[in-house]
């Protein structure tokens, strides 16, 4: 039988192209981000459940545009990075976290102005960058820690197990060529 069922998965595999092993590569490393993630099943839930609906209220909001914004949530406390046209934008974008359910505190990390195609090209390459170093440090759990770089600007986020992770995490952003500043947004459990 389950000779039959792998005959039947091959052609399906091949007609995604490779689709499928992304899509097992990134449920095995949503797993494994799930079991090594220092906050507790349900906190992380509920903090993907505000993200969520935060990014959905954005998505309808007349003002932002919300590929614009990053929100990231930790316990409940709110962060936004990204680069936006004003500050009437960013203000609405905290009113809009602010105003959601099972938020604690927004933390306001936007900038204002425009971003062009090189520097987004440059911050996807410096995020690659610090997240490669965060890979390749054994004591630091990197799926727990997500890197956002917009303008050179480095925001961490996420929980760490103690001081010298959140230290030698900080230390690696800030050694990379590039970065102007680093954001700490981490939270030691």
Not at 18 to 38: K, M, P, Q, R
């Amino acid at each position: 039988m389950k000779i039959f069922w792998g005959l039947l998965l091959i052609p399906a595999l091949m007609a995604t192209g490779g689709c499928a092993a992304v899509l097992i590569g990134g449920a095995a490393a949503g797993g494994y981000a799930v079991a090594t993630d220092e906050r507790q099943t349900s906190r992380m839930m509920d903090d993907s459940a505000i993200t969520t609906r935060i990014k959905n209220a954005m998505i309808k909001d007349g003002i932002i545009k919300a590929h614009q914004v990053d929100v990231d949530t930790v316990n409940g406390h709110v962060t936004l990075s990204g680069v936006v046209e004003s500050t009437t934008v960013s203000r609405r974008a905290v009113q809009i976290a602010t105003g959601e359910a099972g938020v604690k505190s927004v933390k306001n990390n936007l900038q204002i102005g425009q971003k062009t195609w090189s520097e987004t090209f440059n911050d996807n390459w410096l995020g690659s960058k610090i997240k490669s170093k965060l890979m390749a440090e054994p004591e630091i759990r990197s799926l727990n820690i997500d890197v956002d770089v917009h303008k050179g600007v480095v925001t961490l986020t996420g929980v760490v197990g103690d001081s010298y992770q959140r230290k030698r995490a900080i230390e690696i952003a800030r050694s990379t060529e590039g970065v102007r500043r680093v954001v700490d947004n981490l939270k030691v459990r």
